[in-house]
């Protein structure tokens, strides 16, 4: 029993240092870019799962969201990771009103029309990552404007997938949750 003992806890090393590795080799490529011009990423997340089965029944929410306790850094990329969309849905940021500027004010919008025969539903699922930033580093490739430059993006991750003419009036202010969103099954 006592020779097992030392293969034993060898074994045990090997395969705590082997599943170790892959997590940090997988990092996210947002987050992966950032840290090459910042000190410090802070990720939070809201998950959004809104689904419309019946005719005459829409979802147009309008989301400012809060992280508790506030982040050290500032808010510098807002991203949509679409899980699962059918039907008629859209996504992204409420269009500001004249000097209004609402960088962290975002909408989603699922709307079902049709006739009695015709049921099928929509829906929409996606996590909201946030990204904060904090400590800016000095070096000579290091982007001042790069939180620009990724939201400023042509793509539905960077919030330009909303195609819906309606926006809800009322924001509701939500609380983010800090972390990265538990994997999708």
Known sequence: MRALLPALISALCVIS???AAPA????DADEAELLKHYEKVDVWHFPVDYTVAYNDRDVVVTREMVAQPAPAGKLCYIRFDLLRGEGDYAYGFKPPRLGEAR???WGVFVHKRGT????ARSALKMNVVYF???GPKDDAHAK????????AAQTPQAGHGYTADEWSDLIVRARLIHGWPAPAH
């Open 116 to 119: 009695v025969l015709n049921q």
């Open 24 to 27: 940090a080799a997988s990092q």
């Open 132 to 134: 904060y930033v904090d």
């Open 144 to 151: 001042p404007d790069i939180c620009a430059q990724m939201q």
């Open 103 to 105: 960088p962290d004010a």
């Open 17 to 19: 240092v082997s599943t």
